[in-house]
């Protein structure tokens, strides 16, 4: 079965390119967004509305309490699980997102490891609770410089788990099994083509300030505060820099600029990350279509 993974930067269009698509296709859309899984968290993460969820079915979206773990192992095992069901039913399948990590790990194109060294975990969150994220992401920059330049220096989280790969991979640590391992069995028959969105820089600028003004305006701060500062998913862009502003570091002025700017960045991490993609197809938003219907048919 083909399926179109449909990514590409953060504004550059993905949900209503996915939408119109799975519209035209009598497809099902597949999530591959790390913070579009949490619940109540749909102004930051710009997360498909109801009514955009109700023109055609969307899996792994709003899902998970913003407090609860996740990772690329887990993310693949519940994507394949929604694109068999998708199969079983006799349906196409997009998967549309921008979290370069879940759509390679999902193509096959990186190994996730079946294992863990539970005593490097446990000194690495010791670490993390003694020391600011820059000092760890410092630390990963020396390991995997390449990796560091897609995670921000502010996500600690993320830095963590990446770390935990690399001096795991380098070093040879004994391993035990990993309490939610999983792998690309479950995607046996599944043939994927990867499209990214190819936005022109100033265009994508505009979106980016159109997005961060309709956050603002559809109660991005309120957002923040329910979810708090100690959820797994608030250092996900534009939640620091709202609960900043909620503890009166910046004005409504300062908060709008500093979350342009925080987009902004995340969206160049994301670039930087997808021309490194093995086997991808870079595509103006008009060209999609043409390329969509090629690999789904119709």
Request: glycine share 10%.
């Amino acid at each position: 079965m083909n399926v179109l993974i449909l990514a590409g930067p953060t504004c550059s269009g993905k949900t209503a390119l996915a939408l119109e698509l799975a519209e035209r296709f009598d497809a099902e859309i597949v999530g591959a967004d790390s913070r579009q899984i949490y619940r109540g968290m749909e102004v930051g993460t710009a997360a498909p509305t109801p009514a955009e969820r109700a023109r055609a079915p969307h899996h792994l979206i709003g899902f998970l309490d913003p407090h609860e773990r996740y990772s690329a192992a887990r993310f693949v095992a519940d994507a394949s699980a929604a694109l068999a069901g998708v199969r079983a039913r006799g349906k196409r399948a997009i998967v549309a997102g921008g979290t370069g990590f879940y759509i390679r790990a999902l193509a096959g194109d990186v190994a996730l490891s079946a294992a863990f060294d539970p005593a490097l975990r446990e000194r690495l969150a010791r670490e993390a609770r003694l020391h600011p994220p820059g000092v760890l992401h410092a630390w990963l920059r020396a390991r995997d410089p390449a990796r560091a330049e897609t995670v921000s220096p502010s996500d600690g989280y993320r830095i963590v788990r990446a770390l935990e790969v690399a001096l795991t991979r380098a070093a040879g640590l004994p391993a035990e099994p990993d309490p939610r391992p999983s792998g690309p069995d479950g995607l046996a028959g599944f043939t994927f083509h990867k499209v990214v969105l190819d936005v022109e820089d100033g265009e994508l600028d505009a979106r980016i300030a159109r997005r961060v003004d309709a956050m603002l305006a559809g109660g991005l701060v309120a957002e923040a505060e329910r979810i708090g500062a100690g959820a797994v998913a608030s250092d996900a862009v534009g939640y620091p820099q709202a609960l900043a502003y909620l503890g009166g570091l910046s004005t409504p002025a300062e908060l709008r600029a500093a979350l342009v700017r925080a987009t902004r960045r995340y969206a160049k991490r994301q670039r930087t990350w997808f021309r490194s993609e093995p086997a991808v197809t870079w595509a103006t938003p008009g060209s999609v279509h043409s390329l969509a219907a090629a690999v789904l048919g119709g």
